[in-house]
């Protein structure tokens, strides 16, 4: 007896820890696909730094210049938003498209000079129902979002309507190999090929998708490069 209920604690103890290495996996998750509350605020700064070399990749290959309206969909930290601010001026204009209300308001503390300005247009919305003008933008970048979009052919078709003819989109995601052995990913994340995204790129009109891939990262990255047709 006293063995078969040393087998039974073993067993209870062993699917207490995997909930609740369950409940913290997808806590981890759930924050990053939305930051919120005071352990937001903390995932904000671990994105800036941790998705750094993606974020400024994919300012680079928008190739935005001076006097140009861009936008980063679903900023996060908002390190996207100072990189294309710096890139268009005073004279150009950023929206940042966000989902997560606590990045918003943390931006809008953090922006408020351009923001009053007029450089910056900060707003609640998706990839799949962007609260931005047909046509309006010269570049949009996004960067490890669309693993929490369920309609990929309807965020990329969002993208498209948004671009003046000529105009890029980048959509950065993680190698989706790497991706698959970090252990959160199993809770809430979509991990699609890469054939698969440029796919939906080109399904939604957009034209000449072009890849880099980014190596020297923690986590190797992609970079879909696309452009509106002219």
Known sequence: MIGNNSRSDDSDLRYTVAGLRQRVLTAVAGQLGRPHGLVGRGVALLLNRGNRQAVAGAVDAA???????????????????????????????????????????????????????????????????????????DAAITVNTVYFVSDLDAACAELARVLRPGGRAVLGIGDPDAMARLPFTAYGFTLRPVAEVVASLKRSG???????????????HHLLIASALR
């Open 63 to 137: 190739e935005a210049a001076a006097g140009n309206t861009v936008a980063d969909i679903g900023f996060g930290g908002g390190l996207g938003l100072q990189l294309l601010l710096h890139r268009v001026g005073p004279q150009g204009k950023v929206h940042g498209v966000e989902i997560a209300e606590d990045m918003l308001a943390h931006a809008r503390a953090r922006f408020a000079a351009p923001i009053a300005a007029s450089s910056l247009v900060l707003e609640n919305g998706s990839l799949t129902a962007l609260p931005i003008d047909e046509e309006s933008l």
């Open 206 to 220: 957009l034209e000449e998708v072009k890849q880099r891939r980014l190596d020297d990262v923690a986590i190797p």
